[in-house]
């Protein structure tokens, strides 16, 4: 019987130390384009907009007892332009004139292309207001709507194409 020769199968554990470099290299790599990429952190102070998560939950209860119901729509007039009408109805479906409303336009993943539009009335609870838009892509609209003291803060996603 012949002795087995050791030197064929030697090359078989760099095999594996090889597998495991190449793996080791491309997690180092995921890690390295993690760590210089967007952190998604959007907001400067994050703890302290937590913290009032309970300021939107008295808004939401506001919203509910005023009645008031709220519907938006776009109408594009421009390349990145258009004109935003809301209807605003009381609890029993009349329209709700009256009203002052403006619309802070801002977007989701910058900070520095915020801007307010003031509606103007158009008759039958219907309010028109219109927007240019830096950027197409999606925008977060922020309404206030106020009538006889009372004050209402809703907010949509508007996407512009």
């Not at 002795?3 to 090359?11: E, I, K, S, Y």
């Not at 597998?19 to 998604?40: D, R, Y």
């Not at 709220?70 to 009381?90: C, P, S, W, Y």
């Not at 520095?112 to 892509?137: I, M, W």
Request: charged letters at 25%; zero cysteines.
């Amino acid at each position: 019987m012949t002795a087995p020769n050791l030197r064929r199968g030697r090359w078989i554990p760099w095999l594996f130390v090889g597998g495991f470099g190449v793996v080791l290299a491309a997690n180092g790599i995921m890690i390295a384009f993690a760590i210089g990429s967007f952190t998604g952190l959007t907001t400067t102070e994050p703890y302290t907009k937590g913290l009032r998560f309970n300021d939107q939950i008295r808004q939401a209860e506001a919203h509910e007892r005023l009645g008031w119901r709220l519907a938006a729509r776009f109408q594009r007039t421009g390349v990145l332009g258009g004109d935003v009408e809301i209807k605003l109805a009381d609890r029993n479906g009349a329209p709700l004139t009256g009203a002052r409303v403006t619309a802070t336009f801002a977007r989701p993943v910058e900070k520095n292309r915020d801007f307010v539009v003031e509606f103007q009335s158009a008759g039958g609870g219907r309010y028109v207001g219109h927007a240019d838009f830096a950027l197409p892509g999606a925008w977060d609209v922020r309404y206030r709507i106020e009538r006889d003291g009372q004050a209402l803060v809703a907010t949509d996603r508007l996407q512009v194409e």
